[in-house]
């Protein structure tokens, strides 16, 4: 069994900042790539960040010079950390990891449960 659990979420005034966390526990033998999903009200569920086993990063354009993504290998966790918001920011918040829950299994995808981030005008 693999949890995914987020947390750093909130209410914040536009141009503050959060930090996002996701530690992944339970059965792991390594984690490919991390990353970072949000849906706002209506709207799909899209990519905001990854960032693969050697540390390479994909941002989504709308985020590229305000968010940062990382991770800590030791941990299995991995960090969005998230500058200058807007309002349209506002979303649910997903941690997604692509793992190899025993040594020779396939990689499977996990999802958190979410985080709410607010940002207000």
């Known amino acids: 069994q693999v949890q995914l659990v987020e947390s750093g979420g909130g209410l914040v005034q536009a141009g503050g900042s959060l930090r996002l966390s996701c530690a992944a526990s339970g059965s792991i033998f390594s984690i490919n790539a991390m990353g970072w999903y949000r849906q706002a009200p209506g709207k799909q569920r899209d990519l905001v960040a990854i960032?693969?086993?050697?540390?390479?990063?994909t941002y989504a354009d709308s985020v590229k010079g305000r968010f940062t993504i990382s991770r800590d290998n030791v941990k299995n966790t991995v960090y969005l950390q998230m500058n200058s918001l807007k309002p349209e920011d506002t979303a649910v918040y997903y941690c997604n990891a692509d793992l190899h829950p025993r040594r020779l299994s396939p990689s499977y995808d996990y999802w958190g449960q979410g985080t709410q981030v607010t940002v207000s005008s």
């Open positions: 960032i693969n086993s050697s540390g390479s990063t």
